[in-house]
């Protein structure tokens, strides 16, 4: 199983960007799909994740209603659009995939068993 992250960038406060997650050795209505982040000395935590089976999405409170996570499962390709980008969005972020995840533990990262490199977005103010 692989994963691999792209998209990141630099951009002003206010502007999107789109990450993808491309998944191999694996099929994506199997898995739940994940996005985490990390910013410099805090912990890793989860932004966004969608479960390709059934469609179901869910967001932190902190990217709702900006974010939006979605899937080509013929391309085994995950998105995350990043609109109205702030300065508190810079991070690593990194996708996720699981197998055996139960909804209370859906934005949790120890719940997922394989993780891509990470893609670094930088937003400015």
């Known amino acids: 199983v692989q994963l691999q992250a792209s998209g990141g960038g630099l951009v002003q406060a206010g502007g999107s960007l789109r990450l993808s997650c491309a998944g191999s050795?694996?099929?994506?209505?199997?898995?739940?799909i994940g996005w985490f982040r990390q910013a410099p000395g805090k912990e890793r935590e989860g932004v966004s994740v969608?479960?390709?089976?059934?469609?179901?999405?869910y967001y932190a409170d902190s990217v709702r209603g900006r974010f939006t996570i979605s899937s080509d499962n013929a391309k085994n390709t995950v998105y995350l659009q990043m609109n109205s980008l702030k300065p508190e969005d810079t991070a690593v972020y990194y996708c996720?995939?699981?197998?055996?995840?139960?909804?209370?533990?859906?934005?949790?990262?120890?719940?997922?068993?394989?993780w891509g490199r990470g893609t670094l977005v930088t937003v400015s103010s």
């Open positions: 969608i479960s390709s089976s059934d469609g179901s999405s």
């Open positions: 996720a995939a699981g197998s055996r995840i139960i909804n209370s533990q859906i934005m949790a990262s120890s719940a997922y068993e394989y």
């Open positions: 050795g694996f099929t994506y209505p199997d898995y739940v």
